[in-house]
């Protein structure tokens, strides 16, 4: 998904090191509402193989596509229910995914299900947050039981107008909605770009985090809140913005590991919901900022390279992470365009190593 940065200030904040070395994070002692390790984020719409409009064909050739993604990943999100513009048609990648999970074989595809980045379109008011859960029972059927959460917005920090007021209305309407229609134990809760790794007070960040805490159901992932962020490993290469595929690779480990435990030991020592500690997983991380696909690959292996080294030292567990992204999306920006981990076909890209527990439950 197309990322908005954050101003250079938020984003020193977000990545200076923490003043005492966090404790590692324990995967096996993360608990998540996810029955895989890792999914992957599953969009369409910037992609150049269909005639532009022909939503039919885009549904055809994701679905094509998720046929083959889904023998490697289990886990999947997509970005919005409806297409954008809001004209009550499915997003095509959401139309695929339902598909896919409609089909036999696939019983053990779970879903993520993302609103959109507006929150004017599907949850200021109950009447709109009504007509996304309906469309949403509508397209997903008897499936909607292997939805294991849905995200309000993407990146909430970095999306202009979104305040911790406005995001409270939106989550209060939603989980209404939801529970109306029997969906009451699927949690809802949003992605940041980024976190702070210093456990200081943070005045974007924290009220943002405390709606989703102080609205979390008792029934949500056992009555343990959790937000996503988006640890890209560009983000900390020295210097910033390199397209330099092998400096970009090196702090793969980083992303896992003592960014991570940062940013844990932060929340989780500060925000809990009726005791229980808040889980931070990983809504997106994979090869941003390179401009080959020879170069995506080496970081997209890098980052998988460090997930299998967790999955064997920690009894089959790793940190909750979705890469990013399927498909190669040429209508991206530079440097987001050639992110994609399989082909138009669902295969696998050339050079790609998959661990090959990716389909097994945690």
């Known amino acids: 998904m197309k990322r908005i940065r954050l101003s250079s200030l938020v ?32 969009a369409t719409n910037m992609t150049n193989w269909y005639p532009a409009g022909d939503r039919q064909a885009q549904i055809n050739d994701s679905q094509n596509m998720l046929e083959g993604i889904v023998k490697h990943f289990k886990l999947i999100r997509v970005y919005s229910m409806f ?10 990648a959401t139309q695929a995914l339902a598909n896919v999970m409609n089909t036999g074989g696939n019983s053990d595809v779970e879903a993520i299900i993302g609103t959109q980045n507006s929150f004017d379109k ?17 397209t997903f059927g008897s499936n909607t039981s292997r939805i294991k959460a849905v995200l309000l917005g993407n990146e909430v920090n ?39 790794r210093d456990n200081s007070p943070n005045s974007i960040f924290d009220p943002l985090v405390n709606v989703i805490v102080n609205n979390w159901d008792n029934s949500w992932n056992g009555g343990y809140p959790f937000v996503m962020y988006d640890p890209y490993p560009d983000a900390i290469t ?22 991570y435990s940062d940013i844990v030991n932060n929340y989780a020592s500060r925000f809990n919901h009726s005791g229980k ?25 890098a980052l998988l390279q460090e997930l299998d080294s967790q999955y064997k030292s920690n009894n089959g567990k790793t940190v909750p992470t979705i890469m990013e992204e399927a498909a190669n999306q040429s209508k991206k920006a530079a440097g987001q365009q050639m992110m994609g981990l399989f082909d138009k076909d669902g295969n696998p890209i050339s050079g790609l190593i998959l661990p090959a527990w990716t389909t097994k439950h945690r």
């Open 11 to 42: 984003a020193t904040l977000c990545l200076s090191t923490a003043a005492v070395q966090a404790a590692p994070v324990t995967p096996a002692s993360i608990h998540t509402p996810f029955t895989h390790n890792v999914g992957i984020d599953f």
């Open 83 to 92: 297409v954008p513009g809001w004209n009550n048609d499915v997003d095509p």
């Open 122 to 138: 599907f949850c200021t008011s109950s009447d709109l947050s009504d007509t996304w859960v309906s469309k949403l029972v509508q």
């Open 158 to 196: 970095a999306q202009g107008g979104i305040d911790a007021t406005k995001l409270e209305s939106c989550m209060k309407n939603m989980k209404q909605s939801m529970a109306n229609a029997g969906l009451g134990n699927i949690p809802i809760s949003v992605s940041f770009n980024l976190l702070p």
């Open 238 to 259: 020295t210097p910033q913005g390199t397209h330099d595929p092998k400096l970009i690779a090196g702090k793969a480990h980083e992303v896992f590991n003592d960014w």
């Open 277 to 301: 500690t808040l889980q931070v997983f990983i809504a997106e991380t994979g090869a941003e900022g390179s401009l080959t696909q020879d170069g995506s690959t080496l970081i997209n292996n």
